[in-house]
Structure formats: structure tokens, C-alpha cells
């Protein structure tokens, strides 16, 4: 980490653990106790299905939950904050940052027996991660070389700075994959997609639409001794009351990612035999955005975007619809990320009667009742989601806009705000890691404009000033002038305001207490969990 001290990176990530304003819950993850082999371990999250197990693209945290039980990275961060080895043994950057050499771990198969090799890592970083998942930190990569079977070293035109590399390697898009099963066809529509053929501890075994996915243990894993279940179920339940019923049946031991409200999982933990953790969610803090439809008439000018913005209380949002288990969103960059948050940006704090002044001044007056008319989508994937759009509908009525609220399930939701952008407003929920590129810029940045990629650019946003920052910090290796570019990144997402995180909220992950070994990752959710095991 030559560009960054340890010190300011455990400083800035420790502190995006918690929620100064959340009220307190009960915390217990027993890692103590030696691992059980055998059983099955229900999972959850508090989403719904995803539309594939595997989505090249992203395609949110659902597929993610799901594809990282059968591909893994070259890298993981820890609880510690510390890279750690996953595929690889070792990266290491060349003195001038124009290279990393990947010494890969030997003795790993596919789970259909082939050998994991380097051709497999050249194929995924030149046909995979460069074009589909990661984007704007790979546009200086022009070489991926195989010095022997389990050796690559990664040529780049122009620097790229170690913590976003290794980064990127243990983040959402660094997923490792087949190439002799990905060489034939497009990637983005492979079979394989809804049955991955992985490096992980767990084998797919079926899909049941509108149930559950089945794993089996990977007998030839290579961590000694794991994984130590027998099989893992992960299933959707549509609402968090079905969840929280399940977790008192017995048919549910761990769910991720706010399974229920607050207030439901303070109730399961009073009964004894359940722990809530808020541990795991370090480099994946979750933010619920509003975009706007910058190709929309009314919505394209900001002068209307800062309006409607200043009629919405944020505050209210994360104290009613999330319980105070959230805080009020500031800018792109997020408040508990001291590495590159600065909160001397534009904001829009709630004021109802300045934005009927801005919106009058901006040419939109109240005429015949109204000033006009916004489609609002709010996906449902989340019942907060629903909430949130209903006070979004009244809060804008309250200044003379008319509102047509839309709240279509998941898969029509993904259609309507990525491939038809049939929305002028639209709610969405992302983690954001630490490192800004490529997560957190995709959003704003133009190459993030990706028809029917999901979670990426749907407001189609596009400033070349905003683009060549990004492109700079993506370069940069010195953390100072890092931190300035980041900066300069959130001045003009906030001045121009094509979306805005409405409220930052805390994670937590609920578990009955036969489950051992879970929430030991920065972003837990994505973990193959090959470690965790259960009491019989």
C-alpha cells in the first residue's frame, strides 16, 4: 500500500462501521468455537431473486450474493482492513506503477476438474473485466502476459494506483471466470450465467424459480478442510415478515443485508437465540439514490433537479422509513469514508419554500394546480423503497408538482430505470466501497452508460470535465493529489446533481446462533463463505 498508509486506511474504514445516531443493538459473532463439518445452512438476504445466479454486468447485489458462492477473486479485504490472498498468492506493483505481476495459487480446479491456470486470468482481464465489469480504472491496460501456468503480469500505459488495483481485484467486478467455458459466445448470455461452473467451496447443484438455489460442497476445494457444510440453500422470501417467520421455524439460519426493519430484528435477538451484526458491511456501505432522467424535459435542467432536491427531507427519511438506522445523504462520496470524503461541497438541504421559489425563477409556476408532472419509480425490491417513493410523492405535491408513483417489481423495475429509462425520477440502492473507481464513479461517469446494465449511469449523465477528473484519479498514485481529485469528483456530481444519495444506511446481518464463523469480511455478503459452519 505504497500510496496510502495503513494508518489512514484503517483510520477512514473503521469509522464507516457504524452510525453515530443509530440506536444500539445486541452484537455477537462466536468465532471462537471449532468448526463443525456436515449440515445445511439456509441463507437469505433482504432482497428479492435475482434475474440470473451470475450477471456479468453487475446487476446489483442480489446476483452478486449469489455468483461469489461459486467464483472467487484474486483478493479479499478483511475485517482487518488487509488485503488478503483468495486465487492469488501475491500482487505486486513494479516501482513505477506501470505493472503488477499476479502469482496465482496452484492446485486449484474448476468444478468441472479442469485446472485453474493463468490463460484462465488473461481471458477473464482482457475479455471480462476490461469491456463488462470494471471499466475506466483498466483503459491504461494493454497487456495481460502468461509467463508460465501460474504467473500474469498486467502491462498499463499509464499508472494505476495500488490501492484501486487490488481494489478492483477484491471488488464487486473482479470475479474470476472459466475460460474454457466463457471463450464460447458472448459472456453476458453464456448458459453457464444460470449454472456456473466455479473455483469456489460450493457446486451448483439447481435453480427452483420463486424458491431457492441449491449448493453442494466442493470436495476437491482447495483451503484444507473446507467448506464444512454439506449444503447451502440460499432462498428468497418476498417480504421480511415471511423472513422474520422463517427465522422462528427454523427454516432460516443467517440472512444478510437488512432482512427486516429494525425494529423486528431487535425482537428476535431479545428471544435468545438469535445475534444481529453490524460487522461485514465495512466496504459496502449502502446508500439508497434518487437519480434523475437528465434526457427528460423537465429533469434535464438543474435548476429543476436542485429544487426538487431542497423539497425533500432527507432526515425525515432516515428517522421514519429506516428507523434512525440511516443518516441523510451529502454527495457521492460518502460521510464515514475519511479517505476521501469533503464536505465543502454544493448541498441541498430541505427547504420547501425556496424550491417553490427556484422552480418559479426556473420558468415553472403553478399553473391550472400544477407546475407539471414527474413519473417517479420506486422498485419495490425494497419495502423502504415504497415508503420512500410515497413521501417523495407527497413532499413534491406539497410544492405544486404532480407525481405519477410507479412501484413495479424487480425485474420490471431493472427494465423500466436501465434499458427503456422510462422514468424521470428513480430510486436505487447501491454499496459503495471505500475506493471510489469504479463503483461509486460509474454512476456519474459517462462510460457508465451502458444500455440494460444495471446500477450504472441511468440518469446518462455526461460531463467531459467530470470524465477526465475520473480518468485522472483513477491514474493517480500519490494519495494527496488522490484525495484532491476525489474532491474534485464530488464538487461537480454536486453541482450538476444527476443523482444524490438520499440516505446512507447501517447494515446488519441477522443469525441464529447455531451459526459460527459469518460477518469476517469487509463486504461480506460477496464472501464465498467456505469458513462458516453450523451446529447440528
Given at each position: 500500500?505504497?500510496?496510502?498508509?495503513?494508518?489512514?486506511f484503517?483510520?477512514?474504514?473503521?469509522?464507516?462501521?457504524?452510525?453515530s445516531?443509530?440506536?444500539?443493538?445486541?452484537?455477537?459473532?462466536?468465532?471462537?468455537?471449532?468448526?463443525k463439518?456436515?449440515?445445511?445452512?439456509?441463507?437469505?438476504?433482504?432482497?428479492?431473486?435475482?434475474?440470473?445466479?451470475?450477471?456479468?454486468?453487475?446487476?446489483?447485489?442480489?446476483?452478486?450474493?449469489?455468483?461469489?458462492?461459486?467464483?472467487?477473486?484474486?483478493?479479499?479485504?478483511?475485517?482487518?482492513?488487509?488485503?488478503?490472498?483468495?486465487?492469488?498468492?501475491?500482487?505486486e506493483?513494479?516501482?513505477?506503477?506501470?505493472?503488477y505481476?499476479?502469482?496465482?495459487r496452484?492446485?486449484?480446479?474448476?468444478?468441472?476438474?479442469?485446472?485453474?491456470?493463468s490463460?484462465?486470468?488473461?481471458f477473464?482481464?482482457?475479455q471480462?473485466?476490461?469491456?463488462?465489469?470494471?471499466?475506466v480504472?483498466?483503459?491504461?491496460?494493454?497487456?495481460?502476459?502468461a509467463?508460465?501456468?501460474?504467473?500474469?503480469?498486467?502491462?498499463?500505459?499509464?499508472?494505476?494506483?495500488?490501492?484501486?488495483?487490488?481494489?478492483?481485484?477484491?471488488?464487486?467486478?473482479?470475479?474470476?471466470?472459466?475460460?474454457h467455458?466463457?471463450?464460447?459466445?458472448?459472456?453476458?448470455t453464456?448458459?453457464?450465467?444460470?449454472?456456473?461452473?466455479?473455483?469456489?467451496?460450493?457446486?451448483?447443484?439447481?435453480?427452483?424459480?420463486?424458491?431457492?438455489?441449491?449448493?453442494?460442497?466442493?470436495?476437491?476445494?482447495?483451503?484444507?478442510?473446507q467448506?464444512y457444510?454439506?449444503?447451502?440453500?440460499?432462498?428468497?422470501?418476498?417480504?421480511?415478515?415471511?423472513?422474520?417467520?422463517?427465522?422462528e421455524?427454523?427454516?432460516?439460519?443467517?440472512?444478510?443485508?437488512n432482512?427486516?426493519p429494525?425494529?423486528?430484528i431487535?425482537?428476535?435477538?431479545?428471544?435468545?437465540?438469535?445475534?444481529?451484526?453490524?460487522?461485514?458491511?465495512?466496504?459496502?456501505?449502502?446508500?439508497?439514490?434518487?437519480?434523475?432522467?437528465?434526457?427528460?424535459?423537465?429533469?434535464?435542467?438543474?435548476?429543476?433537479?436542485?429544487?426538487?432536491?431542497?423539497?425533500?427531507?432527507?432526515?425525515?427519511?432516515?428517522?421514519?422509513?429506516?428507523?434512525?438506522?440511516?443518516?441523510?445523504?451529502?454527495?457521492?462520496?460518502?460521510?464515514?469514508?475519511?479517505?476521501?470524503?469533503?464536505?465543502d461541497?454544493?448541498?441541498?438541504?430541505?427547504?420547501?419554500?425556496?424550491?417553490?421559489?427556484?422552480?418559479?425563477?426556473?420558468?415553472?409556476?403553478?399553473?391550472?394546480?400544477?407546475?407539471?408532472?414527474?413519473?417517479?419509480?420506486?422498485?419495490?425490491w425494497f419495502?423502504?423503497?415504497?415508503?420512500?417513493?410515497?413521501?417523495?410523492?407527497?413532499?413534491?405535491?406539497?410544492?405544486?408538482?404532480?407525481?405519477?408513483?410507479?412501484?413495479?417489481?424487480?425485474?420490471?423495475?431493472?427494465?423500466?430505470?436501465?434499458?427503456?429509462?422510462?422514468?424521470?425520477?428513480?430510486?436505487?440502492?447501491?454499496?459503495?466501497?471505500l475506493?471510489?473507481?469504479?463503483?461509486?464513479?460509474?454512476l456519474?461517469?459517462?462510460?457508465?452508460?451502458?444500455?440494460?446494465?444495471?446500477f450504472?449511469?441511468?440518469?446518462?449523465?455526461?460531463?467531459?470535465?467530470?470524465?477526465?477528473?475520473?480518468t485522472h484519479?483513477?491514474?493517480?498514485?500519490?494519495?494527496?493529489?488522490?484525495?484532491a481529485?476525489?474532491?474534485?469528483?464530488?464538487?461537480?456530481?454536486?453541482?450538476?446533481v444527476?443523482?444524490?444519495?438520499?440516505?446512507?444506511?447501517?447494515?446488519?446481518?441477522?443469525?441464529?446462533?447455531?451459526?459460527?464463523?459469518?460477518?469476517?469480511?469487509?463486504?461480506?455478503?460477496?464472501?464465498?463463505?467456505?469458513?462458516?459452519?453450523?451446529?447440528s
Amino acid at each position: 500500500m505504497s500510496d496510502l498508509s495503513r494508518r489512514q486506511f484503517l483510520l477512514a474504514s473503521a469509522s464507516g462501521a457504524a452510525l453515530s445516531s443509530a440506536p444500539a443493538l445486541s452484537y455477537a459473532a462466536d468465532a471462537s468455537a471449532t468448526p463443525k463439518r456436515g449440515g445445511t445452512l439456509v441463507a437469505t438476504w433482504g432482497g428479492l431473486e435475482p434475474q440470473a445466479l451470475f450477471v456479468p454486468a453487475g446487476g446489483g447485489n442480489s446476483p452478486f450474493f449469489t455468483s461469489t458462492k461459486f467464483y472467487e477473486r484474486l483478493l479479499k479485504l478483511g475485517t482487518d482492513l488487509k488485503f488478503h490472498p483468495v486465487l492469488a498468492e501475491s500482487v505486486e506493483p513494479a516501482k513505477d506503477f506501470l505493472s503488477y505481476t499476479v502469482k496465482l495459487r496452484k492446485g486449484v480446479k474448476w468444478h468441472d476438474g479442469q485446472p485453474f491456470t493463468s490463460a484462465d486470468l488473461v481471458f477473464t482481464v482482457l475479455q471480462y473485466w476490461k469491456p463488462i465489469s470494471v471499466g475506466v480504472p483498466l483503459a491504461g491496460l494493454n497487456a495481460a502476459e502468461a509467463t508460465d501456468e501460474h504467473t500474469v503480469v498486467l502491462r498499463f500505459t499509464q499508472t494505476i494506483s495500488e490501492f484501486a488495483f487490488k481494489s478492483i481485484l477484491a471488488g464487486v467486478g473482479g470475479l474470476v471466470i472459466p475460460k474454457h467455458i466463457y471463450e464460447k459466445g458472448d459472456i453476458a448470455t453464456n448458459a453457464a450465467n444460470n449454472s456456473p461452473v466455479g473455483t469456489g467451496p460450493y457446486k451448483y447443484k439447481e435453480w427452483v424459480r420463486g424458491s431457492h438455489v441449491e449448493l453442494v460442497r466442493n470436495d476437491a476445494y482447495w483451503a484444507p478442510g473446507q467448506p464444512y457444510l454439506d449444503r447451502l440453500i440460499i432462498r428468497w422470501w418476498r417480504d421480511p415478515a415471511s423472513r422474520s417467520a422463517a427465522f422462528e421455524a427454523g427454516e432460516l439460519h443467517l440472512a444478510v443485508f437488512n432482512p427486516f426493519p429494525p425494529p423486528e430484528i431487535e425482537r428476535l435477538v431479545k428471544t435468545g437465540k438469535f445475534v444481529a451484526e453490524t460487522g461485514g458491511y465495512q466496504n459496502a456501505t449502502w446508500q439508497t439514490y434518487l437519480h434523475f432522467n437528465t434526457k427528460n424535459e423537465v429533469t434535464s435542467k438543474v435548476e429543476v433537479r436542485r429544487a426538487l432536491l431542497q423539497a425533500i427531507n432527507r432526515k425525515f427519511i432516515a428517522d421514519t422509513v429506516y428507523f434512525k438506522y440511516a443518516e441523510p445523504g451529502i454527495g457521492p462520496v460518502r460521510p464515514s469514508n475519511e479517505l476521501f470524503f469533503n464536505a465543502d461541497i454544493p448541498t441541498y438541504p430541505f427547504d420547501p419554500e425556496k424550491a417553490k421559489k427556484l422552480l418559479d425563477e426556473a420558468g415553472y409556476p403553478v399553473k391550472n394546480g400544477s407546475r407539471f408532472t414527474v413519473k417517479v419509480l420506486a422498485p419495490a425490491w425494497f419495502e423502504e423503497n415504497v415508503k420512500t417513493g410515497n413521501y417523495i410523492k407527497q413532499a413534491l405535491t406539497d410544492i405544486g408538482v404532480k407525481v405519477d408513483l410507479i412501484t413495479p417489481d424487480r425485474a420490471t423495475s431493472l427494465k423500466l430505470l436501465f434499458t427503456d429509462y422510462d422514468f424521470d425520477i428513480g430510486l436505487t440502492n447501491n454499496g459503495t466501497p471505500l475506493e471510489l473507481v469504479p463503483e461509486v464513479t460509474m454512476l456519474y461517469t459517462t462510460d457508465g452508460i451502458i444500455k440494460g446494465a444495471a446500477f450504472r449511469n441511468n440518469s446518462r449523465y455526461s460531463n467531459p470535465k467530470l470524465d477526465e477528473v475520473v480518468t485522472h484519479l483513477a491514474r493517480e498514485v500519490n494519495y494527496e493529489k488522490r484525495k484532491a481529485l476525489a474532491h474534485e469528483f464530488a464538487r461537480i456530481a454536486n453541482t450538476d446533481v444527476p443523482l444524490l444519495p438520499l440516505v446512507v444506511n447501517r447494515s446488519t446481518t441477522v443469525a441464529s446462533k447455531k451459526v459460527h464463523n459469518h460477518s469476517n469480511a469487509a463486504n461480506y455478503t460477496g464472501e464465498s463463505w467456505g469458513d462458516l459452519w453450523i451446529d447440528s
